[in-house]
């Protein structure tokens, strides 16, 4: 089993939808990162939590430490939105090292 | 500027051939990373260089030599690769090797033909 499991692995959404990204992770973590993938490659650190709520924009991050669970929200989706979002998690034992989740798939059409 | 930048953007090298990868920040960050990401899955740790000393080596072949000459600069020097090397090669870098966010570079999409 995955120390981190993201689902779903694909969502497909029409624009305008609200949208859920959910990560479950099994070790005790210092931080936990959300991620962003379009096609073509380059990676962009959506937020970083250590405890809390996050927001920027349109974006939301959730973490609940004690359920070891985080979640991703996107308010009035865009196709512009459409990337793969990936869960993170630095180890407290792991100095630098991420474990990464398998990713999630969006696609929000028009 | 927060922004990580890697050249080339696509290289397409032989077996015999040897190229090498650079990745440059200007954010004062004195940690960096190399990470090997194949289609469809997630990134994979490679090397992380913390004040330009290599911190971490994640067991990988020799054929992969990285080289940190200044807190700016990461290189990855490529000799007798494989066809199964070929993947995306993303730099990324960090403030410290602490609790710091991770800025990655665009990537370069490697072909070993």
């Known amino acids: 089993k995955n120390e981190v499991e993201q689902s779903p692995q694909n969502l497909t959404a029409q624009e305008g939808e609200f949208i859920t990204i959910n990560c479950s992770y099994s070790?005790?973590?210092?931080?936990l990162h959300w991620l962003q993938q379009h096609p073509g490659g380059g990676i962009v650190s959506l937020f970083m939590l250590s405890s809390g709520k996050k927001k920027h924009g349109r974006l939301i991050a959730t973490i609940n430490i004690q359920e070891k669970h985080s979640s991703l929200h996107i308010t009035a989706s865009h196709p512009r939105d459409s990337a793969v979002y990936i869960c993170a998690v630095r180890r407290e034992t792991s100095g630098s090292r991420l474990t990464f989740g398998e990713g999630t798939q969006l696609t929000v059409n028009p | 500027d927060t922004e990580v930048t890697q050249t080339p953007k696509h290289l397409v090298m032989g077996m015999t051939n040897k190229k090498s990868l650079k990745c440059e920040q200007h954010?004062?960050?004195?940690?960096m990373y190399w990470y090997k990401q194949k289609a469809k899955k997630p990134p994979e740790l490679m090397f992380v260089?913390?004040?330009?000393?290599?911190?971490i080596n994640e067991s990988v072949p020799s054929r992969f030599s990285p080289e940190c000459p200044n807190s700016s600069l990461l290189n990855l020097h490529l000799h007798a690769l494989q066809p199964e090397d070929s993947a995306l090669y993303l730099c990324?870098?960090?403030?410290?090797?602490?609790?710091?966010?991770?800025?990655f570079g665009p990537g370069t999409r490697l072909t070993v033909t």
């Open positions: 260089y913390s004040y330009e000393k290599l911190s």
């Open positions: 070790v005790g973590i210092s931080a």
């Open positions: 954010m004062g960050h004195r940690a």
């Open positions: 990324a870098s960090s403030g410290g090797l602490g609790v710091y966010e991770q800025y």
